[in-house]
């Protein structure tokens, strides 16, 4: 079992910024990769952006050099830092965990962080 938990989303201001945190805790040893997902309300849950075990990175095309993912092992926790936020940006976000063992693989959510971008 793994748990996620979620903090650091907010109201901010067009142009402003946000760090989002996500904290893992229990069988934390099998996880590959993590990521951060956000889902508007009436619209699928979208990848934002990924990060695996050998910290390489992925992001989508709309948060490309604005939205940073990083992970600290010692701290078993994801971040994502958000910069110059956009009204488009409003959603809850979602930490995932994918957790891989032998042939078992468990994907992990967290309850969600809801970012709020004022124009």
């Known amino acids: 079992q793994v748990q996620l938990v979620e903090s650091g989303g907010g109201l901010v201001q067009a142009g402003g910024s946000l760090r989002l945190s996500c904290a893992a805790s229990?069988?934390?040893?099998?996880?590959?990769?993590m990521d951060w997902y956000r889902q508007v309300p009436g619209k699928q849950r979208t990848l934002v952006a990924g990060?695996?075990?050998?910290?390489?990175?992925t992001y989508a095309n709309s948060v490309k050099g604005r939205f940073t993912i990083s992970r600290d092992n010692a701290k078993n926790t994801v971040y994502l830092q958000m910069n110059i936020l956009k009204p488009e940006d409003t959603a809850v976000y979602y930490c995932?965990?994918?957790?891989?063992?032998?042939?078992?693989?468990?994907?992990?959510w967290g309850k969600g962080t809801l970012v709020t971008v004022s124009s």
């Open positions: 229990g069988s934390i040893f099998d996880i590959n990769n």
């Open positions: 995932h965990a994918d957790w891989v063992r032998g042939r078992v693989r468990v994907q992990y």
């Open positions: 990060i695996t075990s050998s910290n390489s990175t």
